[in-house]
Every structure is written in C-alpha cells, then in structure tokens.
C-alpha cells in the first residue's frame, strides 16, 4: 500500500438471535444508544452509537437464522477486540462488566497486551485490550 492510508474502523455489525434483548445489553456494556433502525432483505438492523459515533455497533436479525449460539470456530467472525489506552482502564472496565453482571476472564497479561475477555449474549466473544506495559 504505497500512498494509501489505512482505513480507519468505521463499525461493528453482529449477528444476534433476539435483537431486542441484545438491544439494552450493549447499551448497559458500552454506553452506546439505539440510533436508528433499518429494514433489509431478510431481516432487520439496528444501529447503536455513542453521541459522537466513534463506536458505532449495528445488530442484525436474519429471518433465516436458526437461533444457534455463536462458535469462534466455524468460518467467519472469531471475536472482536477493542482498544483501552492504559491498564487502569481496562482494570475500570473490569469493574464496570462486574457491576453489570457479566460474566468475564481474569484479565490475561500478555507480551503484546492485557486483555480481559467478555461475551454478549450470543455467545460472541468480545475482548479488551491495554497496551503493553513498558
């Protein structure tokens, strides 16, 4: 890529098996918001963002869906990491998932960052990451 600039992340779009519980479930976890709903072929999506749209979530609901779990190891999505800038703040977000309730790993420290690992409920893997500490 000579003189192309990376892209920067513009959403996240899942996959969930009840869309309306799912809905409250992100918004408690991240402090993101229902922005605006949208018919597809098949189904139905759902954007969720904070007031600036940095992190902007889409859940969609496919007619075709057989309600089954979420499994990292089929093809396709295996799990989503966000960033955090510090330890402390990945230590905040541990705090914040335990008053909510859900369920999570000990945060794991690894050569190439602390992580702390979560899961919606569907099953999809969602991990937090801080920096390697120098």
Do not use: C
């Given at each position: 890529?000579?003189?192309?600039a990376?892209?920067?992340?513009?959403?996240?779009?899942?996959?969930?098996?009840?869309?309306?519980?799912?809905?409250?479930?992100?918004?408690?976890?991240?402090g993101?918001?229902?922005?605006?709903?949208?018919?597809?072929?098949?189904?139905?999506?759902?954007?969720?963002?904070?007031?600036?749209?940095?992190?902007?979530?889409?859940?969609?609901?496919?007619?075709?869906?057989?309600?089954?779990?979420?499994a990292?190891?089929?093809?396709?999505?295996?799990?989503?990491?966000?960033?955090?800038?510090?330890?402390?703040?990945?230590?905040?977000?541990?705090?914040?998932?335990?008053a909510?309730?859900?369920?999570?790993?000990?945060?794991?420290?690894?050569?190439?960052?602390?992580?702390?690992?979560?899961?919606?409920?569907?099953?999809?893997?969602?991990?937090?990451?801080?920096?390697?500490?120098?």
């Amino acid at each position: 890529m000579s003189d192309t600039a990376l892209p920067g992340l513009h959403h996240i779009a899942l996959t969930v098996t009840d869309i309306e519980a799912s809905i409250p479930w992100y918004e408690r976890v991240f402090g993101i918001t229902f922005q605006m709903e949208y018919g597809h072929e098949g189904g139905e999506g759902k954007l969720l963002a904070d007031p600036a749209w940095r992190l902007v979530i889409v859940l969609h609901r496919h007619d075709a869906n057989e309600s089954e779990r979420f499994a990292e190891s089929r093809t396709g999505l295996d799990h989503v990491g966000f960033a955090v800038s510090t330890r402390a703040e990945l230590d905040a977000w541990q705090q914040h998932l335990t008053a909510l309730d859900v369920v999570q790993s000990p945060i794991a420290e690894t050569p190439y960052g602390d992580i702390l690992v979560f899961r919606d409920p569907d099953n999809i893997q969602l991990e937090l990451f801080a920096p390697p500490r120098t």
